[in-house]
């Protein structure tokens, strides 16, 4: 896009002068740093966290719990699990074992388009 500046022409009516093409090569020159600058957000911590399923339970319920308890939760075997970065829902996924520990196949990722619509909620 080019920058346009406010002038007078010879009789004094306001007009519009454009910048010189060399002029707009240092813009180029610009853009092509800002994006080299976006690199800073590459290191921001995110917190991502999967959910196995939930439950609700009263006080009273919740004080009786103790070691070797069940809690019943809300999804079946075989479910996906729902996975959460910054605790926006990004996508679903299995359970995998992975050197002895446990992990997480995505199998379902919301579109861009979904996960923007989340920021707003």
């Known amino acids: 896009m080019e920058q346009e500046n406010l002038s007078k022409d ?3 009516k306001p007009g519009v002068e454009k910048k010189s093409p060399e002029k707009e090569g240092d813009k180029a020159g610009a853009s092509g ?3 080299t600058n976006m690199d800073f957000i590459l290191d921001i911590p995110l917190e991502i966290s999967v959910e196995l399923g939930r439950a609700k339970m009263l006080i009273s319920e919740l004080l009786q719990l103790g070691q070797g308890s069940v809690i019943e939760l809300n999804k079946l075997p075989g479910d996906s699990l729902e996975i959460f970065v ?3 829902l990004i ?10 520990k ?3 196949k995505m199998t379902d990722i919301l579109s861009p388009v979904d996960r923007v ?3 707003g909620s």
């Open 86 to 88: 910054n605790q926006k």
């Open 33 to 35: 740093k800002e994006i």
């Open 102 to 104: 446990f992990g997480i």
């Open 117 to 119: 619509k989340q920021l």
């Open 10 to 12: 010879k009789e004094g």
């Open 91 to 100: 996508a679903r996924g299995e359970v995998v074992v992975v050197n002895d």
